[in-house]
């Protein structure tokens, strides 16, 4: 994934952007040096982006995640802790209990400059075709002092509301004495890092001459594969493994059992979403959760309708989309899911879930690097039966108090069962150059 041939990095539609031409060298320049200066380091391209791209990602999902993370602990009971969303509804902060005041929306006002960075300055540069159209339109003028420095004044903005937050403590009198009773916690630390990333990238942005050129992704999880030569019939299996590698790669099999995970991501989804005992303020990070699980559902029903209808046919092709579903389903789920409850490797995790998914395009269109075919093709083989094993222990354990949840372990060893043997394909061992 690091070839940086690998993607088409022509310019997309809708930005009007004329390449720069290079600098002839005169005789009389100085000889190159062999190191590369930082900012050269920070253009580097890594798969479809730049290091710049990466990193800016990692500093708003962190800041993000840093908004489900506690925010604040109480000194007399440190393991009462509170995150970004309690700040503003829990109860105790609206009384003379604990004497909040305007500091609790602190946090919801950084989580809005963060969503913000995202918009104006993360998602034009992704250039992912399908909304280019759209996200192209967002970026400013770079010849305006606004758009050349605005990484770097939203990163100040969130450092800023990270100190803010990190140099107060909740005070409570109690019988004239006032006594601290919260102090800030990992989620205000890493608000602090998350704007500091965001700044220092900005200020190397200003620093540098061009703008770096980024590749470009067009989301084929959306889209037909491309036709390929049809693949010889597989003969018949004599031995056993080699029959339930035919069976689980059965596209009718495999048809049903997708369309049958979907339904049971998108009703578990909606069931904690709906059920659920308590006042609104109190469920919603748990209804918002369940919309990333609903999501997830409804990405894998693409991917049963789209093997349904036929679209999908070579083996290659169907762990290929299998992958991306996989990588794009997970980014949903855990976008959502740090709202209520997050970590750094929760963030850590959904950097992983974006590599997986690029990995994806990159096998379907036969331009991955091949020492990353053979790692990734181990990493799904031990996937798959990683997740048979750890939910069948969860099924068998769910057994002793029964509940609706458990259809989750059975749709994950399902899962599991498809992702191994399809891996054992023989066509898609030798794709993978196994």
């Known amino acids: 994934m690091t070839d940086e041939n690998n993607m088409n990095d022509s310019m997309p539609d809708g930005v009007d952007e004329a390449p720069v031409p290079s600098e002839s060298k005169s005789l009389t320049d100085p000889a190159p040096q062999n190191g590369k200066s930082i900012i050269e380091l920070f253009q580097k391209k890594i798969g479809p982006y730049s290091v710049t791209v990466w990193l800016l990602m990692f500093a708003i999902i962190l800041g993000y995640a840093s908004y489900g993370m506690t925010m604040m602990k109480g000194v007399?009971?440190?393991s009462l802790g509170f995150t970004g969303y309690d700040l503003v509804t829990h109860r105790a902060f609206k009384n003379t209990v604990l004497e909040a005041g305007w500091i609790?929306?602190?946090p919801t006002v950084a989580l809005i400059v963060l969503v913000i960075t995202g918009i104006l300055v993360l998602l034009p540069r992704l250039r992912i075709k399908e909304i280019n159209k759209y996200?192209?339109?967002?970026?400013l003028v770079t010849s305006t002092t606004a758009g050349k420095n605005l990484m770097l004044i939203l990163g100040i903005v969130i450092v800023i509301l990270g100190i803010i937050t990190a140099s107060w403590s909740g005070i409570s009198t109690t019988g004239g004495i006032r006594r601290d009773v919260l102090d800030p916690t990992t989620g205000v630390y890493i608000l602090l890092l998350s704007g500091?990333?965001?700044a220092l990238l900005g200020f190397l942005e200003t620093r540098q001459k061009t703008q770096a050129d980024e590749g470009e992704l067009s989301l084929l999880l959306f889209r037909s594969p491309a036709?390929?030569?049809?693949?010889?019939p597989e003969p018949p299996a004599t031995d056993g493994i080699?029959?339930?590698?035919?069976?689980f790669n059965n596209t009718t099999y495999l048809t049903y059992v997708t369309f049958a995970i979907s339904l049971i991501l998108i009703l578990l989804g909606l069931y904690s979403m709906v059920v659920g005992n308590g006042e609104f303020q109190d469920r919603f990070p748990v209804i918002v959760g369940g919309i990333g699980i609903v999501l997830a559902g409804i990405l894998v029903f693409l991917l049963a309708k789209n093997l349904y209808e036929g679209k999908i046919v070579e083996k290659v092709d169907v762990m290929s989309r299998i992958i991306m579903t996989l990588g794009m389903a997970m980014m949903a789920y855990l976008l959502f899911d740090m709202f209520a409850l997050a970590s750094i490797w929760s963030v850590l995790a959904f950097i992983a879930a974006a590599?997986?998914?690029?990995?994806?395009?990159?096998?379907?269109r036969d331009k991955s690097n091949e020492t990353v075919d053979k790692i990734m093709w181990v990493l799904m083989l031990l996937g798959g039966a990683?997740?048979?094993l750890a939910n069948a222990y969860g099924l068998v354990m769910g057994l002793k108090s029964p509940n609706l949840y458990l259809l989750m372990n059975v749709a994950l060893i399902l899962t599991g069962l498809f992702i191994v043997f399809l891996t054992l394909n023989p066509q898609v061992k030798t794709r993978m150059g196994m």
């Open 76 to 78: 007399l009971d440190p």
């Open 104 to 106: 609790r929306f602190v």
């Open 135 to 139: 996200a192209s339109k967002l970026y």
């Open 196 to 198: 500091i990333m965001i």
């Open 227 to 232: 036709p390929r030569p049809a693949s010889e």
């Open 242 to 247: 080699g029959k339930l590698v035919q069976f």
């Open 355 to 364: 590599l997986v998914y690029i990995y994806g395009e990159y096998m379907e």
């Open 386 to 388: 990683i997740l048979i």
